[in-house]
């Protein structure tokens, strides 16, 4: 059974910085990939980035040019790194894991950003 667990949110004022953690363990998980995906209040889950196997990455438009997202494959670590912080990036941070199935089968708890004004 495939555990995955976030780490590193927090309360920061806009236009600080935080950096989150993700760390997947155990099962099976082969050529897989990570991703960061956020809920805000009364709001639908929203991507915020992913990054494969072979270290390629894409980000959700609001977040272009402020998060950068890396992973150690070696740990099984992802690390999603928060710039330029807005209110508006207020949300709960979901990590996804992706076992070269095509979709997103082991999810993490979650963990709370607040972007203060």
């Known amino acids: 059974q495939v555990q995955v667990v976030e780490s590193g949110g927090g309360l920061v004022q806009a236009g600080g910085s935080l950096r989150l953690s993700c760390s997947a363990s155990?099962?099976?998980?082969?050529?897989?990939?990570m991703a960061w995906f956020r809920q805000a209040p009364g709001k639908d889950h929203e991507f915020v980035a992913r990054i494969g196997w072979s270290g390629s990455t894409s980000y959700g438009d609001s977040v272009k040019g402020r998060f950068t997202v890396s992973r150690d494959g070696a740990k099984n670590t992802m690390s999603l790194q928060m710039n330029s912080l807005k209110p508006e990036d207020t949300a709960v941070y979901y990590c996804?894991?992706?076992?070269?199935?095509?979709?997103?089968?082991?999810w993490g708890q979650g963990t709370q950003v607040t972007v203060s004004s």
């Open positions: 155990g099962g099976t998980l082969g050529t897989y990939t």
């Open positions: 996804a894991v992706d076992p070269a199935v095509g979709r997103y089968t082991y």
